[in-house]
């Protein structure tokens, strides 16, 4: 599925001063442990492939916090198919300390100026920081507006990692020194929404925080003389931490590292969580795993829970002209799933072109172009079958509508049933992800909340073209997920948010459904922030 996309990823590396390096450690020492950082980076470039960046520490160096940052890929961003520019990168901006980022954007503003980290560079050490976050404010409209108010602030970009910057920075002033904890612990009680934020001060001193819910995934693992956090434990995993050493870092908690010391402490006083769905269903990386739980086996799970409701019903034949076919590459794990259950061959019948490039960034007619060219339909796999095709997830109906005519038409299917490995998204997303109007949702139409019934299925399907289609039903996902379903953010499912300014903008979005597709905050006199 490529209709909606994360807002970023985050990662952290930190070599502690030890006798002994880590095992982990590149060949050029401790002193370039940042040369992980694009490997890390990579890893996680599910959540973004707009922009990327690091910043590095280097007490030996003039610029001792100093940033790259760029539009492009990693591999761009880094120049890492050349290999005399990506050395000389790496020499550059060596560190023994590294906060990194990729970015996504859910419109416009394609500039370097907000590819991230935000470095603020300062005379005194303790106030020249850089930081990176995944997530976003929910309650933006309301910090710009107070920063803005007594007209001695200006804010030069219409983005919210600007507002936290200015948060920070308001901690840091004056003649106080407080420690990162505290500042972490004031700025959060300001802040409502979601954000996994990494931090990077001129005196070395490292921080990373979840927010109070968890909303937003952040792992960390750890041996005697190497520290790394990142968004996804892939990217842990990959640099050589075993899977016993990788752990989430519990909502609401931070961890800092100051003069070689890691503290790990809770800055929040909910006790509660509300992990996105959404990371297990589709954006995170299938080899990941989050808050203990596997993003493989939720996804196979969901395909049983699939596999389930079709041996129930079985008004679609199961015979040996019947396969399942997963909209590459999110749904493959579901799919198997559901084939192995029914009994029948889960087969590749889309091939999925790599290099189309983004469908997200254009609308309308543009996005409808990039869907029908990211996928090829084989004829081999797919002429006189009855098709199973099994998606993770229907936000807008783009991709889903060219799918199914490319599948018919030059991929020769008899009939096609699509299975849906997720509830039907009846509300927009307000916590870092791309769908933030009701007026871009397909389903909302047609269902909006409740026992979600057989013939609203049945004019979804025809509004699409299929023959018939099926969800998953809301309880699916904190069976397949293993938490429950109060541990988890539905909100896009329920419509109900975990946060009270989540549920504000959703009341604003509803009044606003048909608004010619102004988004939520355009509706409250805002702007769009990336
Ligand atoms: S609203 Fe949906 S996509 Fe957004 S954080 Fe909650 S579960 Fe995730």
């Not at 590819?115 to 050490?125: D, G, S, T, V």
């Not at 020249?128 to 710009?144: H, P």
């Not at 952040?218 to 050589?240: K, M, R």
């Not at 109900?496 to 009044?511: F, H, K, R």
Request: charge should be negative.
């Amino acid at each position: 599925m490529s209709e909606i996309h994360h807002e970023c990823g985050v990662a952290a590396i930190y070599h502690f001063q030890r006798e002994t390096p880590s095992p982990l450690c590149v060949e050029q020492g401790p002193g370039e442990i940042s040369r992980l950082m694009p490997r890390m980076l990579q890893d996680i470039q599910n959540r973004g492939q707009l922009a990327a960046g690091v910043t590095s520490f280097n007490p030996h160096r003039q610029q001792l916090i100093d940033t790259h940052k760029d539009i492009g890929s990693v591999s761009e961003v880094f120049r890492l198919s050349h290999g005399g520019k990506s050395e000389s990168l790496m020499q550059e901006y060596a560190g023994q300390a590294a906060i990194g980022h990729v970015r996504y954007a859910t419109c416009g503003q394609e500039d370097r100026s907000y590819a991230q980290p935000f470095e603020r560079h300062h005379l005194e050490k303790h106030k020249w920081f850089s930081f990176a976050f995944n997530g976003q404010l929910a309650n933006y409209s309301q910090l710009r507006d107070r920063i803005l108010s007594g007209n001695d602030h200006h804010l030069t970009r219409e983005t919210d990692t600007e507002i936290i910057m200015h948060e920070i920075s308001r901690e840091l002033s004056g003649d106080n020194r407080p420690s990162l904890f505290a500042v972490m612990q004031n700025i959060s009680r300001r802040f409502d929404g979601a954000y996994s934020l990494v931090f990077l001060n001129a005196r070395g001193e490292l921080m990373l925080a979840r927010d109070p819910l968890g909303i937003k995934p952040l792992c960390y693992a750890t041996d005697d003389s190497l520290f790394a956090a990142a968004s996804e434990s892939v990217a842990l995993l990959n640099i050589g931490f075993a899977p016993e050493q990788i752990k989430s870092l519990p909502p609401g908690h931070v961890i800092t590292i100051v003069e070689n010391e890691i503290q790990l402490k809770k800055y929040s006083t909910t006790d509660s969580s509300a992990h996105c769905f959404f990371e297990w269903i589709y954006f995170a990386n299938v080899a990941s795993s989050m808050d203990g739980r596997s993003v493989y086996l939720s996804r196979t799970e969901l395909g049983n829970e699939l596999a389930e409701l079709e041996k129930k019903d079985g008004s679609v034949p199961i015979d040996e002209d019947t396969i399942v076919v997963p909209v590459p590459d999110t749904s493959k794990a579901a799919a198997d799933a559901m084939a192995y259950q029914l009994g029948i061959p889960s087969r590749e019948g889309l091939i999925r072109n790599r290099y189309a490039g983004r469908t997200f960034i254009e609308g309308g007619a543009d996005r409808k172009k990039k869907a029908s060219t990211k996928y090829t339909p084989l004829r081999e796999v797919l002429n006189g079958k009855r098709v199973f095709l099994v998606e993770d997830s229907i936000v807008r109906s783009t991709t889903m509508r060219v799918l199914l005519n490319r599948i018919r038409d030059f991929g020769g299917a008899r009939e096609i049933h699509v299975r849906v490995a997720c509830p039907p998204i009846i509300a927009p997303c307000f916590y870092g992800i791309d769908m933030s109007t009701m007026s871009e949702l397909f389903a909302p139409k047609f269902h909006n909340g409740g026992p979600l019934t057989i013939e609203a299925q049945a004019k979804m399907a025809s509004d699409l073209g299929a023959d018939s289609l099926r969800y998953l039903p809301v309880e699916s996902i904190a069976r397949a997920t293993g938490f429950t379903a109060d541990q988890l953010c539905q909100a896009c499912i329920t419509g109900s948010y975990p946060t009270e300014w989540g549920q504000q903008l959703y009341q604003i979005a509803q009044s606003n459904d048909g608004n010619g597709g102004q988004r939520t905050y355009e509706a409250i006199g805002d702007t769009i922030r990336t």
